[in-house]
């Protein structure tokens, strides 16, 4: 069965400094790995998303993530955080037909 | 890409009652899902939407609370039966052409009263 760990549930940072939100996973088989994220009352939006080719995926807003398959990780990253980027994010695993698992999200707070 | 609608988009329901929540898409799509996001948490798939057969529900969901629709490729409805305050949630439809391309709806937020 797929799964995946999010690290922190919070991650607090101030405006201008790097963001890393982690993320481990656990999957049979290759899995399509995502970042989504969800600001106050509104809907999910895709970072970026990894589907078995550049390990290094870059994503909107200056987001990457890095899948290294030895650490089973998928961390996420920003070099300089904006006050704009305080939200909720999830990473997503496949399930090996289509259907996601989320992890339990990180909450990131971003102090001016 | 995919464009999903859902109905409505937020409603309060009094206990005991049945709501019952559209998603269309703008497109043919094969697999279609059934999230729930409840307050504060993480979103959990409910069921896979099948297109004439009963739909495939996750451990913890059960048909006869969570009783899903899917006539055709491009439309879905999910009913949540006999309401208490704990299915206050946002549910979100979902589609996927493939593992990488998944596209999600804008929700509906019930409150049950």
């Known amino acids: 069965a797929q799964s995946v760990t999010q690290l922190d549930s919070h991650v607090s940072v101030s405006e201008g400094t790097p963001v890393l939100l982690r993320c481990n996973y656990s999957?049979?088989?290759?899995?399509?790995l995502f970042w989504y994220v969800q600001h106050p009352n509104k809907g999910l939006q895709l970072l970026l998303k990894?589907?078995?080719?550049?390990?290094l995926v870059k994503g909107i807003n200056g987001f990457e993530a890095e899948f290294k398959k030895s650490e089973t990780s998928f961390h996420l990253t920003k070099p300089s955080a904006h006050m704009s980027d305080a939200a909720e994010y999830f990473c997503?695993?496949?399930?090996?037909?289509?259907?996601?698992?989320f992890g339990s999200g990180t909450r990131l707070q971003v102090q001016p | 890409s995919a464009v999903i609608s859902q109905k409505p988009s937020r409603d309060i329901c009094q206990r005991g009652t049945s709501l019952t929540i559209q998603c269309q898409v703008d497109?043919?799509?094969?697999?279609m899902f059934w999230y729930r996001q409840q307050p504060g948490q993480s979103l959990t798939l409910i069921a896979t939407?099948?297109?004439?057969?009963?739909?495939?529900?996750e451990s913890g969901f059960v048909i006869d609370k969570f009783p899903i629709s899917r006539p055709n490729l491009t439309f879905s409805t999910l009913t949540v039966s006999n309401m208490s305050p704990e299915d206050s949630s946002i549910y979100l439809c979902?589609?996927?052409?493939?593992?990488?391309?998944?596209?999600f709806g804008p929700g509906t937020r019930l409150t049950v009263t």
């Open positions: 979902s589609v996927a052409r493939t593992e990488a391309e998944q596209y």
């Open positions: 999957s049979s088989y290759s899995p399509s």
């Open positions: 990894y589907t078995s080719a550049a390990t």
């Open positions: 997503v695993v496949t399930m090996g037909r289509r259907a996601l698992t």
């Open positions: 497109s043919q799509v094969t697999m």
């Open positions: 939407a099948n297109q004439g057969s009963e739909a495939t529900y």
